[in-house]
């Protein structure tokens, strides 16, 4: 019988993962040999989706490393397949792998708009900011068909409840005419992510994203319309995209943004494994440099996972990085700490069966 294989490797058009090994709670099986001829290993593989009805929407966190204490995630896996990203270990709570099937099997959650609605009604809710793509992106290629970004910004809009918002898609743009009057009130704030102005290492890390330029076009856009929007270095590669800190803020400063933050590249439980697979097949002769850098941040492994240690690392590397950044941000008249969106603007807004008031 023939199994998930956890070791081949396989070049698949515009996938970043090389493998689709089995999620940490599967049994783990090795392929066999029956004797017969091998089917060849696929170079495409189809993006499949499937809808899940969430029984809630809104997501709480208590980590003193995240600057909100909420998100909503509109989709589980992210057809953009960073190969880097942090997120992908969650695949293995449906049973799926964090490697291909990360990047191909997704899943939508169609009733997002209506729970948003429902739990910003609720008597025990009380108002903070909310962000939107803090797991996998919400601008990902499956939302021009969804739409339930756009629905949920919808009821976010008619509760003027503040919301962050991460993405890499210029999709986003689209939702303009719901983020910009938004904005106006103070009530929302858009980070884009360029990891690189490189558009071949672009394309080969982050297959299914749009280019470093399109995104610099969306910051463009964003800024021009009045919607604050943020650069975020996210994550910086050692060994492989450091060197471009300042000219990465310098293209986002010129492009409108108006912060600017950075991450180091973290490769918790199976990224590691896949983000080594990648560094083999498409950049060999830095893969040493990479990981030695990124062991001399995390105490000798691979990562730490610590409060505080998780985002950036520590050690002179890492000072270094800091420095760096927040020379070139002084330099260019980027924050890093930005005006809190507004939380005095929440009401809920009528609906059918409320009772008019007589005042």
């Avoid at 600017?260 to 990224?271: D, G, K, N, Q, Y």
Wanted: charged fraction near 25%.
């Amino acid at each position: 019988m023939q199994t998930q294989d956890q070791t081949t490797t396989t070049r698949r058009t515009a996938r970043a993962a090389l493998s689709n090994g089995a999620g940490r709670f599967e049994m783990s099986y090795e392929r066999v040999d029956d004797g017969w001829f091998p089917e060849p290993e696929p170079t495409h593989v189809p993006t499949e989706v499937r809808e899940e009805l969430a029984r809630s929407i809104i997501s709480y966190n208590r980590s003193p490393d995240l600057p909100f204490d909420r998100s909503l995630n509109p989709y589980r896996g992210c057809e953009h397949g960073c190969i880097y990203c942090f997120a992908r270990p969650t695949h293995a709570y449906l049973g799926l792998s964090a490697g291909l099937d990360f990047e191909t099997k997704l899943i939508a959650r169609p009733n997002a708009a209506d729970l948003l609605r429902q739990e910003l009604r609720a008597k025990k809710y009380r108002v903070a900011p909310l962000a939107i793509g803090t797991n996998t992106d919400p601008y990902q290629p499956i939302e021009r068909d969804q739409k339930v970004v756009r629905s949920c910004l919808k009821v976010l809009s008619d509760f003027n409840h503040p919301v962050a918002i991460v993405t890499k898609g210029a999709m986003i743009e689209r939702d303009i005419d719901i983020l910009a009057p938004m904005a106006a009130k103070g009530l929302v704030r858009v980070g884009v992510s360029v990891t690189t102005l490189d558009p071949s290492l672009s394309r080969r890390m982050e297959p299914r994203a749009p280019a470093p330029a399109r995104r610099l076009a969306t910051i463009r856009r964003l800024s021009d319309a009045g919607i604050p929007v943020r650069i975020m270095i996210a994550p910086i590669v050692p060994g492989l995209t450091d060197h471009e800190v300042e000219a990465l803020l310098a293209a986002g400063a010129e492009a409108g943004a108006d912060a600017a933050s950075w991450i180091m590249l973290r490769l918790p439980r199976e990224v590691s494994d896949l983000w080594q697979q990648w560094l083999a097949e498409h950049e060999p002769g830095r893969a040493a440099k990479v990981m030695a850098r990124l062991r001399e941040m995390h105490g000798g492994r691979d990562y730490d996972p610590r409060w505080g240690q998780r985002m950036r690392g520590e050690g002179e590397y890492a000072r270094m990085i800091g420095h760096r950044f927040k020379t070139a941000c002084k330099k260019l008249g980027l924050q890093e700490k930005t005006p809190d969106l507004r939380c005095d603007l929440f009401a809920c807004p009528p609906q059918v069966g409320d009772q008019l008031s007589l005042l």
